[in-house]
């Protein structure tokens, strides 16, 4: 039996899906949802295949297995409704310590509680790959990033220092928003198109 849990333990959220996004936009997101993945479980393949992602390179396959993994929040290798419409609240509602506190799990690969220079340059630049020319290089985005952040210079940021290092620094906040901005998998999904797998 799968285990049950609710938006406020997936997600960090303070109130739950219902409180946030109303019944009828719940339906209308399932009966999307459904109408992309008739068995309710949307696979890693799947998910590649709804955003067109398959043929990346392997850097920018990597970050795409991250998001899947990140949203699949109990591990099992599929994302049901549940865990995708926690995605969605989040990435629709979600309050600004909410998104920070998933994009540093998104950047913690390894998930042992602080990101390394490593890891982070690893991801964006899996992010360049997939959104492009951004306006500096991932190696110039991930010094900067340590240069503002990284309080005591021990070269990792923990949760602490990641979400008071962005809160404090207005450009550092929206050049971490926009670069990590999912609202196009939002489109894709939205605009019901469907792709033969």
Not at 51 to 56: F, T
Not at 91 to 113: C, E, P
Not at 119 to 135: H, K, M, R, Y
Not at 162 to 175: K, P
Request: aromatic letters at 10%; one cysteine or more; hydrophobic letters at 40%.
């Amino acid at each position: 039996m799968k285990k049950r849990y609710s938006l406020c333990d997936t997600m960090g959220a303070g109130a739950s899906a219902a409180d946030d996004i109303n019944a009828p936009e719940i339906h209308q997101w399932y009966t999307k949802f459904m109408r992309e993945c008739p068995s309710g479980q949307l696979s890693l393949y799947e998910f590649k295949t709804l955003l067109d992602l398959h043929g990346l390179n392997p850097q920018a396959d990597t970050y795409v297995d991250q998001v899947f993994n990140t949203f699949d929040l109990n591990k099992d290798g599929f994302i049901d409704f549940l865990e995708f419409i926690a995605a969605i609240n989040l990435v629709i509602r979600g309050k600004i310590d909410q998104k920070l506190k998933w994009y540093f799990k998104l950047y913690d690969a390894d998930g042992n509680g602080s990101i390394d220079k490593k890891e982070l340059l690893s991801i964006f630049t899996a992010i360049q790959a997939i959104n492009g020319n951004q306006s500096m290089t991932p190696e110039e985005f991930t010094n900067m990033v340590f240069q503002k952040i990284d309080v005591n210079n021990d070269g990792e940021l923990t949760l602490e220092e990641f979400i008071n290092g962005v809160e404090s620094d207005a450009s550092l906040l929206e050049l971490i928003s926009k670069s990590f901005d999912l609202s196009n998998v939002l489109k894709v999904i939205q605009s019901g198109r469907r792709h033969s797998i």
